[in-house]
């Protein structure tokens, strides 16, 4: 289908403001457009509570901020990790706090929005092991959070939804602690990916090329290959083990294909996975409420699958 009006009417604005290409921004410049584009959301939804967190990380202490339904209770309630989006250069807590509101409503779940580190300042695999430590401590200490440990899933959007799907991954492979759901946004799957949707919507999609290339070139380390899966979790060879899924997508999103081939390659691995490709939308649309009224729509949609999945838990 079409794009969706309300979309199209802000990537003509969007375009109409002549931004400059991405790869021609500081990391600052970057970090400045992403918390401009998501002052879009408009009125974050009011949730039960917030809470900021710390806890042991690999090289310092990593805070978290805990968000709860109102109707959840003190104790264990079902919970999701979530890791923020930004191409692990740019995004916060902060950021992506109506987008974690929104999550944890949707769900009817707590939420545990971990600020991990961020390129360059700090490169590939520090993101990744600070998402790794945050949820086997979380998983370790269920009672502090106040989390159910048959409960406790794994979400991102984007680039935090790259960071989750390789902590399912890592997991299942050292076969220590099972989680029970993974969550996946508008996920980068392959950062070397040639896909036809990355052809085809390569600008003026609102993430283009130069983006996801800004992006890679800041996180990466010298030498780092692109295809390894711990970057690319859509490459890997070992699927067994892994927890069930939902993953949504948008249609004019260059990242879709990829999020679709993984749903692809975890159904054909006997794991049960839910799919959503929305239609007419743009990659982050989920978190432009006010631009964007469909996103409500959507978070419906995607909160029933997260209630469904942690009721087959």
Known sequence: MPLDLSVERFLKKLAALNPPGALTLSVAERRDALRHMLAFAGTSPAVGSIEDRTLPGPDAAITIRRYSPAAAPPGAFPALVYFH?????????????????????????????????????????????????????????????????????????????????????????????????????????????????????????????????????????????????????LRTTQ???????????????????????YSERLRQAGIATRYTCHPGMIHLFYGMGNLVPYAATAWNLIGSDIRALFAMA
């Open 85 to 233: 989006g930004g191409g692990l250069v740019a995004g916060s807590l902060d950021t992506h706090d109506g987008i974690c509101r929104s999550l944890c409503l949707a769900g009817g779940c707590r939420v545990l929005s971990v600020d991990y580190r961020l390129a360059p300042e700090h490169r590939f695999p520090a993101a990744l092991s600070d998402a790794i430590a945050a949820t086997s401590f979380i998983a370790s200490h269920p009672a502090e959070f106040g989390v159910d440990p048959q409960r406790l899933g794994l979400c991102g959007d984007s680039a935090g939804a790259t960071l989750a799907a390789v902590v399912a991954q890592h997991l299942a492979r050292q076969g220590t602690l099972t989680v029970a759901l993974q969550v996946l946004i508008c996920p980068i799957m392959d950062l070397a990916a040639q896909t036809a949707s990355r052809r085809e919507y390569a600008q003026g999609y609102l993430v283009d090329e130069s983006t996801l290339a800004h992006d890679l070139k800041y996180y990466l380390q010298e030498g780092s290959d692109p295809a390894d899966p711990r970057i690319s979790p």
């Open 239 to 261: 699927l067994a083990g892994l927890p069930p899924a939902c993953i949504h997508t948008a249609e004019f999103d260059p990242l879709r294909d990829e999020g679709c081939l």
